[in-house]
């Protein structure tokens, strides 16, 4: 710990005769500490500080605290007494004599001996040997005479081929070009000494690979303070807040070197805007827009791609590009690099300079190589406009830093101070050398900054992220690590753990304690989430490893075991795992835990057939995602959820459930769900009778592609779309060729519709014989097995469901062929009636299924047909109007009730024949 004494002398006097002065100093030096980290309180009027000796780049940064102060105090020198500052460890005991008895001209500075050896490099100290007048004898304190300045190189001999480069570049017509060579020979200066020429001062778009955690986000950081003040003048309305939008989005990803397909659009839409005010703007001054990629050998395959599909749909007329290789290399693994980018550049410039030798670095203090390294640091993970306000979040002064940042670029350490790329040879290793033990405070602190933008929601979790602070020295808590490894899952971008675990890093990265419930957790993770019903019961077969000792991940072991017994229909064992995975969950306040528990435990209330404690744990779950933040299982919570409000009848609330699915699944790249939400949108439209909604919804989610698109998906769209051109009353086309249970039921469903009785019963017949079976319902995964909702999949089994639908058709196709003229018995007709009374009677909870009415108005429709007394088809319309208008009673929107009521054929049909009996 370093103390710092500040006094004035004859203070109480100043502070008399000139107040304003006497505040203003003590104002100043209060903040000059605040600033370097100090903490400073008043003692008998003087102030005293105490600073932390362990930070880094502290002597430097008291260096600049001092300088401060002494340029305050110089220029109201001649308003006061003299002044005295005193800089050392041990002033609690002779700092006040000290302040009292030294003389205080010159800088007023003195300091201790431990204080003089850290500060040697930076000032010149007077009367060494301590004989001064007036110093205690033994007290080893010397005044500062004054500051060492650090004057800058010439750029001669920092950037001796400059010129060169420059030469090189300008000779021909201007093409494409990409330069070689050997580092440090300052390409990246001859570029843009070029580029500035060709652009008369304005800004090139400068993309610089192998930065900031490599990846998508090298675009992202393109658009610099500079690009961004030239370009905003050109940007349509709406258009910026579009562009830094997508830069957040782009941004959260940065540590991931896998990217979903969702991600890459983002990046791409990013680049095409962006390109385009770019162009804008430099057309507008009548010059050429100029792209520079920096390190194109250190592109990876999704960035690459990206900027050559970029290239040739748009940039090829539009702009110049210049590009650079990175590294030291023979010319055959040159060309080898340059493979991909033959497309973009139609020369290669290689300068080879015999007497080239990499600069040997400056003489550094250890300061200086602490900032160096923790710029270095930084530059692996953050954009470079970011560094100031990242040193000042991490409570390191980033004057100090600017100002260090001014000696690298004069000394040639660096050769942009926007962007400081180190140019020593093997830079990192060669400060990890130099600092010994002290690499691990730098590095502490990038690793904190990165944990704290975690926090902040500013990166998402991947494993990627966990790798880079292991790298560092750190790692993440028990909650980071399992949300990262839950989003890779999620976005199914898992190669970098699968290499972890292949290479057996996995165990080191995330900590021999979670080694074995996390990789347990992320093989039935992975299954549930993406595999087939073969893949998810081997995963299963695992047998579950303890994890007691840490309860959030025994909760999310549970959370899985329930979802695959959700799935098999074991709904006690289910439910058993849910509800303990619920409690442990109560007690974590990070992570999404109780949001998954809350969200299984109402498809378990499903399962379960209590409708209404299923709506009360999805309304739990909603709350709790929303207020924390958690979009990506807000998305699937709110899917269910709008099934739940289909069963309960609420169907305006599934409509807004669903719209909230779309919004949450689009934000969080959720593209499957998404997706899935949108059809049952459509499948919400046709409830209420909005055919024409529906055929639309159908027909776009049909011409949309969606990557990984599971293999029922085309086959479920064109069936419902047949479906709802039957309702229009349209040539329904041909059904797909392999037909679904959706679509053999549909078949039967039109025939009837189109008069076609005989064969309403021969395709029912023929579905008799082959109705599915139970089957493994996917919890975790849009379920594509049927258009119908796995919310009524879970509630009622497939067999019956599909069995009682089919049956209705077949009654009522039995019904209408009792007439004398077709048969001249009345055997079809009972068999229509016992049909329906059979399928009312076997209705387990009719008022929670979609088509309970429709059942009840089918058997009012039979006992028309085969001629029944009017007292029997009184009693039937009546039930089903009452069943009718008590689901249309659940709808919280007085259009949508409306729709439902008048709109769709059977409920339509059903209100007429309440009026022909004077219900209505």
């Not at 400056?362 to 530059?379: H, K, N, Q, V």
């Not at 289909?646 to 609330?653: H, T």
């Not at 779309?721 to 329904?732: A, D």
């Amino acid at each position: 710990m370093i103390r710092f004494l500040f006094s004035l002398r004859y203070q109480a006097q100043i502070r008399h005769t000139r107040p304003e002065l006497h505040s203003f100093l003590e104002d100043s030096i209060l903040e000059i500490i605040g600033a370097s980290g100090g903490t400073a309180r008043m003692e008998r009027g003087d102030i005293a500080a105490s600073f932390n000796d362990k930070a880094i780049g502290f002597w430097f940064d008291m260096l600049a605290a001092l300088e401060s102060i002494t340029d305050i105090l110089g220029k109201a020198e001649s308003e006061l007494y003299g002044y005295i500052c005193l800089v050392g460890q041990n002033l609690d005991e002779t700092g006040l004599f000290l302040t009292r008895s030294l003389p205080s001209g010159g800088t007023g500075i003195w300091c201790d001996y431990s204080a003089q050896r850290s500060l040697l490099p930076y000032a010149l100290f007077e009367n060494s040997s301590g004989e001064t007048r007036g110093i205690p004898a033994g007290s080893g304190y010397s005044r500062i005479g004054s500051f060492r300045s650090f004057p800058d190189r010439e750029a001669e001999k920092i950037f001796p081929y400059r010129e060169r480069i420059h030469r090189i570049l300008s000779q021909g017509s201007r093409k494409n070009a990409v330069l070689a060579g050997p580092r440090f020979i300052g390409k990246r200066d001859g570029l843009r000494l070029h580029c500035n020429n060709l652009l008369k001062g304005l800004p090139q778009l400068r993309i610089v690979f192998g930065v900031g955690r490599n990846g998508l986000g090298c675009f992202t950081d393109a658009l610099t303070a500079e690009i961004r003040s030239l370009i905003v003048p050109f940007a349509p309305h709406g258009g910026m807040e579009e562009l830094d939008k997508l830069e957040e989005t782009i941004f959260q990803e940065r540590f991931r070197r896998q990217y979903s397909p969702y991600f890459v659009r983002k990046a791409r839409r990013f680049m095409e805007l962006l390109l385009d005010f770019y162009e804008k703007a430099v057309y507008a001054k009548a010059l050429k827009p100029v792209i520079i990629l920096e390190n194109i050998n250190r592109a990876d395959a999704p960035s690459t791609g990206l900027f050559i599909g970029l290239f040739q749909d748009r940039i090829r007329a539009n702009c110049l590009v210049y590009g650079s290789f990175s590294e030291n290399d023979s010319a055959a693994n040159i060309e080898s690099g340059l493979d991909n980018w033959t497309k973009v550049f139609s020369r290669v410039i290689q300068v080879s300079l015999e007497d080239f030798s990499p600069p040997e670095p400056p003489e550094m203090t250890g300061d200086f190589w602490e900032i160096a390294y923790a710029l270095s640091l930084f530059r692996r993970y953050f954009p470079c406009a970011l560094f100031l306000p990242l040193f000042e979040e991490a409570g390191i002064n980033p004057k100090m830093v600017s100002q260090a940042l001014d000696i690298f670029m004069g000394q040639g350490v660096i050769d942009f101070r926007e962007d400081p790329q180190m140019r020593i040879a093997d830079f990192d290793a060669r400060a990890e050398q130099i600092l010994g033990e002290r690499k691990h405070l730098v590095r502490a602190v990038v690793s904190g900054r990165i944990l704290s933008w975690v926090d902040r929601g500013r990166f998402r979790p991947c494993y990627d992220l966990l790798e880079a602070l292991a790298d560092l020295g750190g790692s993440g808590s028990d909650s980071l690590v399992m949300d990262s490894l839950t989003d890779d899952v999620i976005s199914n971008t898992c190669e970098s753990i699968e290499k972890a675990l292949r290479e057996k890093r996995f165990s080191k990265v995330v900590g021999p304690r979670r080694y074995a419930p996390l990789l347990y957790i992320f093989n039935t993770s992975r299954a549930l989430t993406h595999q087939n019903e073969e893949e998810i019961r081997r995963a299963f077969l695992t047998p579950v490893p303890d994890a007691d000792a840490i309860p959030s991940y025994k909760a999310r072991i549970l959370f899985n075991l329930a979802a695959f017994y959700l799935g098999c229909k074991d709904t006690a064992a289910a439910q058993e795992a849910a509800k303990e995975s619920m409690i442990l969950s109560q007690d974590q306040e990070e992570g999404t835990g109780l949001v998954r528990a809350y969200r299984l435990f109402s498809l378990v209330n499903i399962c379960r057939q209590r409708v209404g404690e299923a709506v009360d744990y999805s309304d739990f779950a909603i709350e709790k995602a929303e207020h924390s933040g958690h979009f990506g299982e807000l998305a699937i919570t709110t899917y269910y959820a709008a099934g739940i409000h289909l069963l309960f009848g609420n169907l305006s609330k599934a409509e807004r459930m669903v719209r909230q699915t779309d919004e949450s699944a689009s934000v969080t790249g959720r593209i499957e769900w998404a997706d899935r939400a949108r059809f049952l949108l459509g499948r919400l439209r046709f409830e209420t009778g909005r055919y024409q909604e529906a055929f639309d919804i159908f027909a776009m989610l049909l011409d949309q592609e969606i990557p990984g698109a599971p293999e029922g998906r085309e086959q479920i769209l064109r069936a419902w779309i047949y479906r709802s051109r039957v309702f229009l009353r349209q040539s329904p086309g041909k059904l797909p060729g392999a037909q679904s249970p959706d679509a053999r039921l549909f078949a039967i469903e039109a025939a009837y519709l189109s008069g076609e009785y005989e064969q309403t019963i021969r395709l029912a017949d023929s579905f008799y014989t082959d109705l599915p079976e139970a089957r493994f319902i996917f919890i975790e995964q849009p379920d594509w097995w049927s258009g119908f909702a796995q919310c009524e999949l879970l509630l009622f089994p497939p067999k019956d469901f599909f069995n009682r639908l089919l049956s209705t058709y077949r009654a009522l196709a039995l019904g209408k062929l009792n007439k004398p003229s077709v048969s001249g018995h009345g055997t079809a007709g009972e068999m229509a009636l016992d049909g329906m009374r059979k399928v009312i009677r076997e209705e387990g909870l009719p008022q929670t299924d979609p088509n309970d009415a429709f059942y009840y108005y089918s058997h009012y429709c039979v006992l028309r047909e085969i001629g029944a007394v009017e007292v029997d088809m009184d009693t039937a319309i009546s039930i089903a109007f009452k069943r009718l208008r008590t689901r249309a009673s659940n709808i919280d929107d007085i259009e949508t009730r409306r729709a439902y009521l008048s709109l769709n054929y059977w409920n339509n049909a059903m209100s007429q024949a309440a009026k022909a009996h004077r219900l209505i």
